[in-house]
């Protein structure tokens, strides 16, 4: 017997997010590619987590996750979201925010259905899509401004066309979507009846004072929308695999039924320890948004004398950059060019495009401690 791959997986190979890093491994350099955000975990969640251990909190959660960790979800999103959810019945605490989008793709879509993406958009939520056995349709949205329409998010639907992923801020340009963009999602929405998946994980990290708008509470997107978010951002915890999202009682019953059987539940004693993080005052946020602006300043003005022009995120931790100076065939050539002659790694802007828009740019991420971003942004200085 041959063994080969399942024909979802056809044309799938492995992110050119994961494959420059293994480069930048291989030459030692400054990894300002993958989004790892190897800062310091808050010593209020990573010591809760601790206890959580050490008491031997290490059993299965219910699949929903722990109460404590769910009404705390609760409380912030009242707070922070203006989304009001049932902790026993509207929220889901999943293996990172990827395993909501997971959940949403198996419990709610069937295979054939078309899942609308807009161009630059987060590679995994492409792939993820196609081994649920969806077809994935594209909205390309124009840069610098990437700025979403109603006759574009029209133009861009097909007949099995059941969902749009909309995320915000967005992974890799920085965009956030205005409260007038959202309402025009919504009347598309309305029309053609469509299931709205949201990435949010990026929401607490914004700059110049902007307002992040979680689409569910523009119009009426609550009732069709599956809010998903993250804390490996916020708290500094890539590794540890926890998100969460909230959405109608019947969605969230269904996508924590496949939760189950896909994860089980999320990380126990680390379920402990994020829910000791919402309890963080405000200033902490504060202070981390102040010292991502710090950084995002340093890189894009980096970035500028360097001639690779930025375009300069509103919000995120990643930074789009024109590399047409550099002559280069492609993006995934550019980087490697870049990689070579600074020591620096980026990701190539063909890993967020299906269109040749992305040939011409490079993703970098700045969630970096500043002495390694300060490093690496004299290196790019060099070229």
């Known amino acids: 017997m041959t063994l080969a791959r399942s024909r979802r997986l056809g044309g799938l190979v492995q992110s050119d997010i994961r494959a420059m890093t293994r480069e930048c491994d291989r030459v030692g350099g400054v990894n300002l590619g993958q989004g790892v955000c ?19 909190r290490s059993i299965y959660s219910y699949p929903e996750g722990i109460a404590d960790l769910r009404h705390a979800i609760a409380r912030k999103l009242e707070r922070d979201n203006g989304i009001t959810a049932d902790p026993e019945s509207e929220i889901l605490v999943t293996s990172g925010s990827a395993g909501a989008y997971v959940a949403a793709l198996h419990a709610l879509l069937d295979p054939g259905d078309g899942i609308l993406l807009m161009e630059p958009y987060y590679g995994y939520h492409l792939g993820t899509a196609k081994v649920a056995g969806l077809e994935p349709q594209f ?19 097909q007949d099995n066309t059941r969902a749009v992923v909309v995320c915000t801020p967005s992974n890799p340009s920085g965009r956030m979507f205005t409260r007038e963009e959202l309402e025009d999602l919504a009347t598309v929405a309305r029309e053609r009846d469509l299931l709205v998946l949201t990435d949010e994980i990026y929401e607490q990290i ?9 689409p569910a509470t523009v119009s009426d997107l ?19 695999r926890l998100g969460y999202c909230v959405g109608p009682a019947d969605a969230v019953a269904a996508m924590t039924l496949v939760h189950d059987l ?31 602006a710090r950084k995002r300043d340093l890189i894009c003005g980096t970035l500028e004398r360097a001639g690779l022009a930025p375009i300069w995120p509103e919000g995120a931790y990643y930074v789009l950059a024109d590399v047409s100076r550099l002559e280069c065939a ?3 050539e550019a980087a490697l060019l870049l990689l070579e002659r600074t020591g620096v790694a980026s990701v190539p802007g063909s890993a967020f495009h299906q269109s040749a828009e992305g040939e011409r740019l490079v993703r970098f991420c700045y969630a970096k401690d500043m002495d390694v971003l300060t490093e690496g942004c004299r290196r790019l200085a060099t070229l």
């Open 206 to 214: 914004r700059y110049d004072g902007r307002e992040h708008v979680s």
């Open 330 to 332: 492609t993006s995934k």
């Open 139 to 157: 909205l390309t949205l124009a840069a610098p401004d990437y700025r979403l329409t109603a006759d574009a998010l029209r133009a861009a639907c």
């Open 222 to 240: 609550a009732d069709r929308t599956i809010t998903i978010q993250g804390l490996s951002k916020t708290f500094s915890i890539t590794g540890w």
């Open 38 to 56: 190897d800062l310091p975990t808050p010593p209020l969640v990573r010591d809760a987590a601790i206890a959580a251990i050490q008491e031997g």
């Open 262 to 292: 896909f994860a089980i539940c999320a990380p126990t004693p680390l379920q402990y320890g994020v829910a000791a993080g919402f309890a963080s005052p405000p200033s902490f946020f504060e202070d981390m948004r102040a010292e991502y």
